[in-house]
């Protein structure tokens, strides 16, 4: 799709406000309140992570990579610089094309209705034709004149050229937009209520025609009047994210310097004051104390209810359970809790799936959409860091910390899979979504405690539930949504790599049983299971002795629940997520990285209602895998530059790739965890051995092999090579590049830096690409996303040179390491993974193409 064509993120489903406590209750839906009024758009103020990734296409639908001319790393600091600003105007230039052809294609009817509304037979009155089109001609105007004074500079460019005034115009007439703004909502109204009493204007509206580009054969595009009437708004947004990266890549000794500051100043203060009239923050309240019963426990859990998911914060009492969220309030009210039901815990029971009649349908995510957003979230965590050390960085930071507490609110909502299910005996039933089985255990067992008491059913007035709800404000012990945005600065910010685990044995069973234990880590505010271990059965000492390696990412604890395994074959028809298993016990241990950073592994003890769970840790940090050693022998492949190799044999991609790419799409696509999960070492170590020198028994030996075996010598091969695949050189150009908000630009770079690789680089590049791709599309089967993939070769492929971490150029600790650099490079390695096939003699054509797909 068109990134032109994506909004910011609509408030769908949402139901998070982002105010101070964190979250809000069932939001706007398609930009509607929930009287059904308009609500506007939510206007976002900092740059994009992660754009809409996409490649303009030529003449003959292929792909095409611009090819921005050479010197984009040739020369000093200054010069590259200035060549990455014209790569950021050339993208924006395109975008302003594209964008003076839509507001043109909104002005075309408007001249003809106009013209009829004094006729006899009016399509539309002059008055909602003013009111539909109102501003668009200023926009357009403000923009042409923008454009054509852009244009030359561009064409013309050198180091003398100055655009900062262009862009302090430019954000001088902003007013325009306030005027645009603030009746887009009437505009919105107006259009449809014409369109359903006119079928003429229906037909004009719902198809719209937009020119192409000068340079593009694709002459119109249809777009609906809706959809370009929206274009104003997402613009000014864009306008702020050039500016950034302008900024980024200007001297401050440059004359545009100050001249882009000031308009990126008056841009920001802009988007604040509009977005403070969307959606104004308010102010929490005290509310007074419930005396008749206590709460005892409280938290967020994801409601399911009409298909759609919900946060809620749920209250258990001494007496009762109640389910709440955040009251939507008028400007300058206090927040407060609105009572969405509850249940008097004499009247509650806890329901399985066979008790219900249906499972009510729940939208659930594909994998790769999670995932994505966890990156997105990684890569922000990492901007928030460096802008904690710019000068004057924190106004940024709360805007970054804002768009993250969004983001991993998202997750948190849509990430729960685990059902809790509980039922009225007097009425309705409720169905939560968990993440863990530990949350739900707990939630039960906390009921099932308070219902040994003596309960009387209880049944509150409207008052007393008013004044009950009131108390919840004060009452309520978790106040935020666990999201790391809402934590403090000083806190842990938990561990990152991997975390090996011997799960040695349990004792304390009173009898025999089969027994089993999964093992859960603690991920973007929510925990996930990671591992288990096989089922040892009939027994009350079970000794499994089990190793797992398990990624973390930021985590804090470590859980391991014991359960008895379920052999009731009635109760083996559930749905996927439904662990009808009886907890025996649960526990856990915080990760102390002084405990688990040493080389020994670290034996530990967790104990869990009596029960006693014996096992070992110990934790390696990304980095400590990735040293390059040359190789001394110049004779073999491991450890030896890829030029040497490809010239030796004759090739263009050394024969260890290409056998080893073919053995895995052969036999190892459908391989759950194909490059994730560990080879042996000794096989992985005698491939390597034969590749080395060179025997003939290669085939054979690569046809018997373990297929986890292939796949980790080949990224034993990319990492042991004397530079990375995609050079040391060229690592500082990828991670500015990457960097990039504006997706034209970044276009533009990014193609760029993959043609000034060395041929042999990018020949064995491009198809190691091509194959990984191949391996995501089998996704359902292997369960390997593109994500995943980038994960595992990423930082093989793309690393910092030794004297650059020397210099200290780059965060090497180990809690630091995959939230900085590595994030960054798993993103390149996404963006090429994301980007329609490339091909080596197109990227190679020396022409200055301007990316018009934004």
């Known amino acids: 799709m068109d990134?032109?064509?994506?909004?910011?993120?609509?408030?769908?489903?949402?139901?998070?406000?982002?105010?101070?406590?964190?979250?809000?209750?069932?939001?706007?839906?398609?930009?509607?309140?929930?009287?059904?009024?308009?609500?506007?758009?939510?206007?976002?103020?900092?740059?994009?992570?992660?754009?809409?990734?996409?490649?303009?296409?030529?003449?003959?639908?292929?792909?095409?990579?611009?090819?921005?001319?050479?010197?984009?790393?040739?020369?000093?600091?200054?010069?590259?610089?200035?060549?990455?600003?014209?790569?950021?105007?050339?993208?924006?230039?395109?975008?302003?094309?594209?964008?003076?052809?839509?507001?043109?294609?909104?002005?075309?009817?408007?001249?003809?209705?106009?013209?009829?509304?004094?006729?006899?037979?009016?399509?539309?009155?002059?008055?909602?034709?003013?009111?539909?089109?109102?501003?668009?001609?200023?926009?357009?105007?403000?923009?042409?004149?923008?454009?054509?004074?852009?244009?030359?500079?561009?064409?013309?460019?050198?180091?003398?050229?100055?655009?900062?005034?262009?862009?302090?115009?430019?954000?001088?007439?902003?007013?325009?937009?306030?005027?645009?703004?603030?009746?887009?909502?009437?505009?919105?109204?107006?259009?449809?209520?014409?369109?359903?009493?006119?079928?003429?204007?229906?037909?004009?509206?719902?198809?719209?025609?937009?020119?192409?580009?000068?340079?593009?054969?694709?002459?119109?595009?249809?777009?609906?009047?809706?959809?370009?009437?929206?274009?104003?708004?997402?613009?000014?947004?864009?306008?702020?994210?050039?500016?950034?990266?302008?900024?980024?890549?200007?001297?401050?000794?440059?004359?545009?310097?100050?001249?882009?500051?000031?308009?990126?100043?008056?841009?920001?203060?802009?988007?604040?004051?509009?977005?403070?009239?969307?959606?104004?923050?308010?102010?929490?309240?005290?509310?007074?104390?419930?005396?008749?019963?206590?709460?005892?426990?409280?938290?967020?859990?994801?409601?399911?209810?009409?298909?759609?998911?919900?946060?809620?914060?749920?209250?258990?009492?001494?007496?009762?359970?109640?389910?709440?969220?955040?009251?939507?309030?008028?400007?300058?009210?206090?927040?407060?809790?609105?009572?969405?039901?509850?249940?008097?815990?004499?009247?509650?029971?806890?329901?399985?799936?066979?008790?219900?009649?249906?499972?009510?349908?729940?939208?659930?995510?594909?994998?790769?959409?999670?995932?994505?957003?966890?990156?997105?979230?990684?890569?922000?965590?990492?901007?928030?860091?460096?802008?904690?050390?710019?000068?004057?960085?924190?106004?940024?930071?709360?805007?970054?910390?804002?768009?993250?507490?969004?983001?991993?609110?998202?997750?948190?909502?849509?990430?729960?899979?685990?059902?809790?299910?509980?039922?009225?005996?007097?009425?309705?039933?409720?169905?939560?979504?968990?993440?863990?089985?530990?949350?739900?255990?707990?939630?039960?067992?906390?009921?099932?405690?308070?219902?040994?008491?003596?309960?009387?059913?209880?049944?509150?007035?409207?008052?007393?539930?008013?004044?009950?709800?009131?108390?919840?404000?004060?009452?309520?012990?978790?106040?935020?949504?666990?999201?790391?945005?809402?934590?403090?600065?000083e806190e842990t910010p938990g561990l990152y790599g991997f975390l090996h685990v011997i799960v040695h044995s349990a004792k304390g069973f009173k009898e025999s049983a089969n027994l089993y234990c999964t093992l859960e880590v603690d991920s973007y505010g929510y925990f996930v299971s990671k591992a288990k271990t096989r089922v040892f059965r009939d027994t009350t000492e079970p000794h499994w002795n089990e190793e797992f390696e398990i990624e973390l990412e930021g985590s804090l604890y470590l859980r391991i629940l014991c359960y008895e395994n379920c052999y009731d074959k009635s109760m083996l028809n559930k749905d996927d997520n439904e662990i009808v298993d009886k907890i025996m016990g649960k526990g856990q241990v915080q990760l102390d990285p002084q405990t688990v950073q040493s080389k020994n592994w670290h034996m530990d003890v967790i104990e869990m209602n009596g029960i006693k769970v014996e096992f070992s840790m110990k934790f390696t940090s990304r980095d400590l895998s990735l040293k390059r050693t040359p190789s001394k022998k110049q004779s073999g492949v491991f450890g030896v530059k890829i030029n040497v190799v490809t010239k030796r044999e004759r090739s263009k991609v050394p024969y260890i790739v290409r056998q080893c790419i073919e053995e895995v799409e052969k036999r190892g696509i459908d391989e759950v965890g194909i490059y994730r999960i560990s080879g042996v070492a000794t096989d992985i170590q005698a491939l390597k051995i034969t590749f080395d020198t060179n025997t003939k028994d290669i085939l054979v030996m690569l046809s018997d092999m373990d297929i986890n075996a292939i796949a980790g010598t080949l990224k034993l091969y990319f990492r042991e090579l004397p530079e990375p695949l995609l050079t040391d050189r060229l690592y500082p150009a990828f991670m500015e590049g990457i960097a990039l908000s504006d997706p034209a630009a970044k276009e533009n770079c990014m193609m760029h830096l993959l043609r000034s690789l060395p041929d042999p680089n990018l020949m064995t590049f491009l198809p190691l690409l091509e194959h990984l791709k191949r391996v995501a599309e089998k996704e359902p089967i292997n369960k390997m996303s593109l994500h995943n993939l980038a994960t595992v070769f990423g930082p093989t492929l793309l690393r910092p040179s030794e004297s650059e971490i020397a210099k200290g150029q780059h965060i090497t600790s180990a809690s630091d390491i995959w939230s900085h650099d590595v994030m960054a490079q798993v993103q390149v390695l996404l963006y090429y993974l994301q980007h329609p096939p490339i091909s080596f003699a197109e990227l190679k054509r020396n022409t200055l193409y301007f990316s018009t797909d934004v």
Not at 255 to 280: C, H, W
């Open 3 to 489: 990134a032109l064509e994506q909004r910011p993120v609509p408030r769908t489903d949402s139901d998070f406000n982002y105010n101070t406590d964190g979250y809000e209750g069932d939001g706007a839906e398609d930009g509607k309140s929930q009287d059904g009024s308009e609500t506007l758009p939510f206007i976002d103020e900092s740059p994009t992570m992660s754009p809409q990734l996409c490649a303009p296409l030529g003449p003959d639908g292929e792909a095409v990579s611009p090819t921005p001319p050479e010197g984009l790393l040739a020369g000093g600091d200054i010069e590259k610089g200035l060549e990455m600003k014209k790569l950021v105007l050339s993208g924006f230039l395109a975008s302003e094309e594209i964008y003076i052809n839509q507001l043109e294609a909104l002005l075309l009817p408007m001249r003809p209705l106009k013209a009829t509304a004094t006729t006899s037979q009016p399509v539309l009155t002059i008055q909602q034709v003013e009111t539909i089109f109102y501003k668009i001609q200023d926009i357009f105007e403000i923009h042409k004149e923008f454009y054509d004074a852009l244009l030359p500079n561009i064409q013309q460019w050198d180091e003398k050229v100055t655009v900062g005034h262009l862009f302090q115009k430019l954000a001088s007439q902003l007013g325009v937009y306030k005027a645009f703004v603030d009746n887009y909502k009437v505009a919105l109204e107006t259009a449809e209520k014409c369109s359903q009493a006119n079928g003429q204007f229906q037909k004009i509206s719902e198809n719209l025609k937009v020119k192409g580009p000068k340079d593009s054969k694709d002459c119109t595009t249809s777009v609906s009047m809706e959809a370009l009437l929206y274009k104003p708004i997402d613009r000014v947004t864009r306008s702020t994210l050039v500016l950034h990266d302008l900024l980024k890549h200007t001297p401050k000794d440059h004359p545009d310097f100050p001249l882009l500051q000031d308009a990126l100043r008056i841009s920001q203060n802009f988007l604040s004051s509009i977005n403070e009239e969307i959606d104004p923050r308010r102010t929490a309240v005290t509310t007074p104390k419930g005396e008749a019963r206590q709460l005892v426990k409280d938290g967020f859990l994801v409601e399911v209810s009409e298909s759609s998911r919900k946060l809620r914060h749920v209250f258990l009492f001494t007496d009762l359970l109640l389910c709440a969220k955040m009251k939507k309030t008028s400007v300058g009210r206090h927040q407060q809790y609105e009572c969405k039901w509850y249940i008097p815990l004499a009247d509650l029971t806890f329901q399985t799936l066979d008790d219900t009649d249906s499972s009510p349908s729940i939208q659930v995510l594909p994998e790769y959409e999670i995932e994505e957003m966890k990156i997105k979230i990684s890569v922000l965590k990492s901007e928030i860091q460096k802008e904690k050390k710019a000068p004057k960085g924190q106004s940024r930071v709360e805007r970054l910390r804002k768009k993250m507490n969004e983001q991993e609110s998202w997750l948190l909502l849509h990430s729960p899979t685990i059902p809790f299910r509980i039922h009225n005996k007097h009425g309705k039933s409720y169905h939560f979504l968990l993440s863990s089985d530990y949350e739900r255990s707990e939630w039960r067992e906390s009921i099932q405690k308070l219902q040994k008491k003596d309960l009387q059913t209880c049944l509150l007035s409207s008052v007393e539930l008013q004044v009950l709800t009131s108390s919840c404000f004060k009452l309520r012990t978790v106040h935020n949504i666990p999201v790391t945005s809402n934590k403090d600065d």
